[in-house]
Every structure is written in C-alpha cells, then in structure tokens.
C-alpha cells in the first residue's frame, strides 16, 4: 500500500514552534515533490508548502511565509515543515502528500496530490 505518514503534531501556545515530520510506505518520496496541506473545521482543504525534487524549488502560501520552513532528507525517507510563531489561525488537520510538478515547480493544489496519509493535529491555543 502505498500512502505517506505524518508526525509531530500537538497542542502549542500562541507564538510556539512545531516540526513536522512525513515518510512515507511502498515508495520512496526521493521521487516525488512533496507538499503540507492543511484543513481546518469548516474550511477548505488548502496548500500549505511544497518541495520539488531534491529541494530544488520550494513553495508557501502568503499566510506563512517567513515562519515555516519546508526540507527534506532523502537519505532518511523525510519531509519536515518546520513551523515557527504560530498562530492560532493555523490549527488545523496537517497532511502530507505527493504533487505533481508544473513547469517543473511543484505544485500546491491540494488536487494535485496522492498518496495521501491521515494527517496529523495542530492546535495553536493559550
């Protein structure tokens, strides 16, 4: 089966930081851009960041540019979304996914992405 897993969610103050971790099962993400994605209660599924192949470009969404930082290992099978000041904004249902490249940019539309994993909870709350 193929699908990605994610890690290192969990309940921080505002102001706070997060890692976030993603492997994945069945395939080797080394092969793939690779994207975060969020979905908070009531609200569309958005793109968070991605990371093309081998770190070649990178992508964020206005909201968090400057506070998160996408990387990855592939050595190690790993993506992270380092995230700092956080927001309460920001709580959400954080997934990992493979995209798709355009113009050889990876892709934050969450309808480009497969291989899926159960996302991991970010809650920003004092």
């Known amino acids: 089966q193929l699908q990605v897993v994610e890690s290192g969610g969990g309940l921080v103050q505002p102001g706070g930081s997060l890692r976030l971790s993603c492997t994945s099962s069945?395939?080797?993400?080394?092969?793939?851009?690779v994207g975060w994605f969020r979905q908070a209660p009531g609200k569309e599924r958005e793109g968070v960041s991605c990371i093309g192949i081998s770190g070649d470009n990178t992508n964020y969404t206005d909201s968090v540019k400057g506070r998160f930082t996408i990387s990855r290992d592939d050595a190690k099978n790993m993506v992270y979304l380092q995230m700092a000041s956080l927001k309460p904004e920001d709580t959400a249902v954080y997934y990992c996914?493979?995209?798709?490249?355009?113009?050889?940019?990876?892709?934050?539309?969450?309808?480009?992405?497969?291989?899926w994993g159960q996302g991991t909870q970010v809650t920003v709350s004092s």
């Open positions: 069945g395939f080797s993400l080394g092969f793939y851009a």
């Open positions: 996914a493979a995209t798709r490249l355009v113009q050889g940019m990876c892709s934050m539309a969450w309808q480009a992405a497969y291989y």
